[in-house]
């Protein structure tokens, strides 16, 4: 069996390679993305691992069941990026991992909801300043003294609500299937509009879908309290940005810590040092006190990217030698 890693990281490397030496399987691995260009690069393996961001023209789908692909495997929970209906018309299974550290992305949810109730940004730019007053505008709430709204109680969402939790603060939350365990520790509400109403602070922990594309545009955000903050460590999408922007302009929000952007394909995971971001909505983003990006890193421990590659790489194997997975998702 040969199969082909592409979209390699150096970081991901050393736990590829452990992979298939540990299952004996011949594995070529390439920092390559698949598009046309490098489809060729197919030709002659038996499964594929990527991880990107971009996604695939439709023909393209086709052209690898002609090379005789079977499935397209994506080291990410994130799949949105792929076509299901092309893959499925072509033949095509799409795997991905849905489960790999949710822990990685809890703790940086929480730590980005602490770094922007405690205005860090806004001290930081002081500090560098050699500004050391103790500004009035710096002033802070505790988390203690929030409700906090979880939208979205998978693995994620409930393992945030629980550190928060252990901070003193009230959790509310909403999702469509109700977890029995987690009501011991939070209070479900009958809608996201509900939770919104009554929090201080809203972290979202939902995958992106066709229903909740710009869920939280300019009618859910003139819901919310005056003041409010928001943490997004999902899907970049569920945002409507230009809206968010609004509500950070209009005092709704007093901040807003994103580990996403819906149109963050061209710069996520690249160097701009000394070029010019053109997306005027991401350069008010990155460049606002109130606003802390980070490049959709939440993920990012030796552990999640290890179960991310393994994840990854099993899938191939299974669908390649049982023509199924249980990370199918089409």
């Keep these: 069996m040969k199969l082909l890693m592409m979209g390699a990281r150096e970081d991901e490397r050393i736990f590829a390679e452990k992979w298939a030496k540990e299952n004996k399987i011949d594995l070529e691995i390439t920092n390559d993305f698949l598009s046309p260009d490098t489809l060729h690069l197919v030709e002659g393996k038996d499964g594929i691992a990527l991880q990107q961001t971009m996604g695939l023209p439709k023909e393209m789908y086709q052209q690898l069941a002609d090379l005789g692909i079977k499935q397209i495997a994506t080291r990410s929970a994130g799949y949105d990026m792929y076509d299901l209906e092309a893959a499925t018309e072509a033949g095509l299974i799409v795997t991905n991992v849905p489960e790999y550290s949710p822990n990685a992305i809890a703790e940086f949810a929480v730590t980005s909801a602490l770094a922007t109730v405690r205005q860090l940004n806004k001290i930081q730019a002081n500090m560098a300043k050699q500004d050391f007053r103790w500004a009035k505008d710096m ?192």
Excluded: C, W
């Design 139 to 330: 002033i802070s709430r505790e988390i203690r003294s929030m409700t906090v709204g979880i939208i979205g109680t998978g693995r994620i969402g409930r393992i945030t609500a629980q550190i928060l939790k252990g901070f003193g603060a009230e959790i509310i939350a909403y999702d469509l299937y109700q977890n029995d365990d987690a009501k011991e520790f939070l209070t479900y509400k009958d809608s996201v509009e509900e939770v919104v109403k009554e929090a201080d602070l809203i972290s979202i922990h939902m995958p992106a879908t066709k229903d909740n594309y710009h869920l939280f545009n300019d009618d859910l955000f003139n819901l919310m309290k005056d003041g409010s903050f928001l943490v997004n460590t999902a899907r970049g999408m569920i945002v409507d940005t230009a809206a968010l922007l609004r509500a950070l302009d209009s005092g709704k929000l007093a901040g807003a810590a994103l580990d996403t952007y819906e149109n963050e394909m061209p710069y996520v995971t690249k160097d701009f040092t000394d070029k010019e971001i053109e997306d005027e909505i991401f350069k008010e983003l990155v460049n606002r006190e109130d606003v802390i990006f980070t490049p959709h890193i939440a993920f990012y421990t030796d552990t999640a990217v290890e179960n991310l590659v393994a994840g990854g790489l099993n899938a191939v194997y299974d669908v390649v030698t049982t023509d199924d997975s249980q990370n199918r998702v089409n």
